[in-house]
């Protein structure tokens, strides 16, 4: 009989035991609901420095076909140094909480406290894809330019003139050389 007891005991201490060992891995393990903050943070790192790249090079680009149709600049070669990444603000859905919460105690003094939370959900579209609510181009640091005409003053003052308009950079980060032959 005493057997038969423990045996009946063991049963409701492994059941019990399966049960917490459940509840452990429900509370614990990812939900597939739940929002993912970290990789959309690395797609968009990701994406901003390929962005960098192709800005400089776009720029590089239509900068040096504009240039060389000016009169007397020739063959030119342009190089475009940006100071930092692209920026994209993101849409973020805010969600304020605020509780308060009143004490008195025996003497007649009363105790007030606030408790405030507030989270930040990045806002998704199509699935994993941020929503965009801004975009700010990389500021440009520093413009080199090559010219076969550059010797001429003139068309050295054209030049430089054209590209701080263009590009609404200061005459004085802008380098224009005579290119060799």
Known sequence: MKWAKDDKNKKYVVLIVGIILVAICVTF??????????????????????????????????????????????????????HANEEKVLAEDTTANTQRTEEKDQAGGTRTTDIMQQTNDVVLQNGNTPYIVKEYAPEIRGVFILAEGADDSAVKNQITEAVSKLLDVPVHKISVEKKKN
């Open 29 to 82: 393990l990812p939900h597939g609901n739940s929002k993912q903050t970290k990789p959309i943070t690395t797609t968009i790192k990701q994406v901003a420095t390929k962005e960098e790249e192709s800005y400089e090079t776009a720029i590089e680009k239509r900068l040096t076909s504009m240039l060389a149709k000016m009169q007397g600049v020739g063959s030119v070669s342009v190089m475009v140094t940006v």
